[in-house]
C-alpha cells in the first residue's frame, strides 16, 4: 500500500474513533440521587457500584443531605423544580406531601408488567388515587428486643410472641433489679410518640391520621406511665434532658427489655460484642397485645424512593429503582442486617443465617419479616403536620404536665384542625 494511501487510512480511523468516542460519551447518562447519610452508609455505596457496573452506560451523582433535615429540605428542593432523578423519602408523610406538589413522576407505565408479589402488598401503600409514585425500599418491623443473659440469670421465662400487653408490663416489673449504676430497668421505653402508639398500631386500633381512633391509646399510656412513676423504665424527661440513645441503654445491659425497629438488628450484630460493648445472647419476640396476634402482623415504618417530577432520565432512573428495591438490593441490604421490603426467599435465607456467624443472635428472625404489614403513618398530605400535634400531646403526657385524658382529648381537636379525619 502506498504511502498517501495508509495515511489515508489511518486517518479515516483516527476520525472513526473519535466519533464512536463521543458517540459513547453522548450516550452515557448521569442519574442525580437525592439521598441522606450517603457518607456514613456502605450499603448505599455498594448498592450504587452494583449497579454502575450492571450498567456500563449509566453513572450515578449523588446529592446528599443532612440526615436531621433532610425531610423539609427535599421538599423545598422539589419546590423548586430541582431535576434529581432519583428520590430517598425517610417516610410517607412527606411523600405525602411531594405528591401533593407534583413533584413526583407516577410510575405505573414505567412498572408494567414488573413482579411486585415480593414486595408483601407494602407497594399498595404508595399509591395515591390509583396511581404509584413511588417502591418500597426497605421497611422497619418492630418488635421487642431482649437480653436472654438477664432473664437466665433472674430464672425468669423469656418474652413470647401473643403475649398481652399487662403481661408484658408485669414482666419489665419482674426483671427490675439493683439500685443507683447497679440497677437494671425492666424494659425500656424510648422518647418518641412511636414507642407507646405502636402497641396499638400493630393490631389498627390507633391511626395518626384519624383523630376518632386516639383514645384506643389510653390503657397504652396509662400503662408506661405505671412503669415510670414505679421507677421500672427511666424517666422520659431524664432521657430527654439527658439526650441518652436507647441503643446505649441496651448495649450496656441496663434495660432487660426494649420495644424498638428491626434496623436494630443490624446494630447489635456490628455492636455485640465488640471492644465497647460484652457479649450477651439477645432474642426478640412480636409486639404485645390483647387480641392474640402473633406474626401474622409486622408493624413499622417503610422507606420509598421516587422518579422526581423533573427528572432528566426516567427511564433510567426506573432501572436503578428496580435494581436497588429487588432481589439484588434486598440482599445487599439484608446481609447488613436491615430488612427489605423486598422479602424473597434469598432475603429470608440471610437473616435466618445470623445466627450461624453470631452466635448472640437468635434463630428464625425471617418469621417476623413476612407478616401482613400495618404501616405507621399512613400517606396523608397533611401527614407532616398532624404528627406533629401527636409529637407534642405525647410529650405534655409523659412529662406529665397534662393527664392522659385531658392531653388526648385537647390533641385530638388540634390534629383535627390539621386535617385528621374524626
Known amino acids: 500500500m502506498k504511502l498517501k494511501a495508509k495515511l489515508a487510512l489511518l486517518l479515516t480511523l483516527v476520525m472513526l474513533c473519535s466519533f464512536c468516542a463521543v458517540q459513547a460519551s453522548a450516550e452515557e447518562v448521569t ?13 448505599y455505596k455498594t448498592m450504587i457500584s452494583g449497579f454502575e457496573a450492571a450498567n456500563p452506560g449509566i453513572k450515578v451523582e449523588v446529592v446528599e443531605f443532612s440526615a436531621a433535615e433532610y425531610s423539609d429540605t427535599i421538599v423545598v ?8 432523578d432519583v428520590i430517598f423519602m425517610k417516610g410517607l408523610p412527606e411523600m405525602a406531601a411531594l405528591i401533593n406538589q407534583g413533584a413526583l413522576m407516577p410510575l405505573d407505565e414505567l412498572a408494567e408488567g414488573y413482579d411486585f408479589a415480593p ?29 436472654k443473659d438477664l432473664f437466665d440469670a433472674a430464672g425468669v421465662e423469656y418474652p413470647h ?27 425500656h421505653v424510648h422518647t418518641w410518640a412511636s414507642n407507646v402508639y405502636m402497641y396499638s398500631r400493630f393490631i389498627d386500633e390507633y391511626v395518626y391520621n384519624d383523630a376518632s381512633t386516639w383514645d384506643a391509646l ?19 424527661g431524664s432521657l430527654k434532658s439527658g439526650n441518652i440513645h436507647y441503643s446505649g441503654v441496651f448495649y450496656k445491659q441496663e ?8 434496623w436494630y438488628i443490624n446494630m447489635l450484630l456490628e455492636n455485640i460484642p465488640s471492644e465497647d460493648y460484652a457479649s450477651f445472647n439477645w432474642g426478640v419476640c412480636s409486639i404485645p397485645n390483647d387480641q392474640g396476634i402473633t406474626t401474622e402482623n409486622v408493624v413499622g415504618g417503610l422507606t420509598p424512593v421516587a422518579i422526581g417530577a423533573y427528572a432528566k432520565h426516567p427511564e433510567e432512573a426506573w432501572s436503578f429503582l428496580a435494581y436497588i428495591t429487588g432481589s439484588e438490593g434486598a440482599q445487599i441490604l439484608a446481609k447488613t442486617g436491615i430488612v427489605p421490603a423486598w422479602a424473597g426467599q434469598e432475603v429470608l435465607d440471610i437473616f435466618d443465617g445470623f445466627h450461624n456467624d453470631h452466635p448472640n443472635a437468635p434463630e428464625g428472625l ?8 400495618v404501616i405507621e403513618q399512613p400517606m396523608d398530605a397533611n401527614g407532616k403536620a398532624i404528627a406533629a400535634v401527636g409529637d407534642e400531646m405525647h410529650s405534655a403526657i409523659m412529662t406529665g404536665s397534662m393527664s392522659v385524658e385531658d392531653a388526648i382529648a385537647e390533641y385530638k381537636a388540634k390534629a383535627i384542625q390539621e386535617g385528621a379525619a374524626e
Open 77 to 84: 428542593k422539589m419546590t423548586a423544580q430541582e431535576d434529581y
Open 255 to 262: 434495660a432487660a427489655m426494649m420495644q424498638i425497629g428491626t
Open 218 to 236: 389510653i390503657p397504652y399510656y396509662e400503662g408506661i406511665l405505671a412503669l415510670q412513676n414505679e421507677g421500672v423504665v427511666q424517666d422520659y
Open 119 to 147: 414486595y408483601g402488598g407494602t407497594e399498595q401503600s404508595l399509591v395515591v388515587d390509583g396511581v404509584l409514585y413511588g417502591m418500597p425500599f426497605r421497611k422497619d418491623n418492630n418488635l421487642i428486643f431482649y437480653n
Open 31 to 43: 442519574l442525580r440521587v437525592a439521598l441522606w447519610d450517603y457518607s456514613n452508609t456502605e450499603y
Open 366 to 373: 425471617s418469621k417476623y419479616l413476612t407478616g401482613n404489614f
Open 161 to 187: 410472641d401473643g403475649m398481652t400487653f399487662e403481661e408484658y408490663l408485669d414482666l419489665a416489673r419482674e426483671m427490675t433489679s439493683g439500685e443507683g449504676a447497679d440497677k437494671v430497668y425492666g424494659t
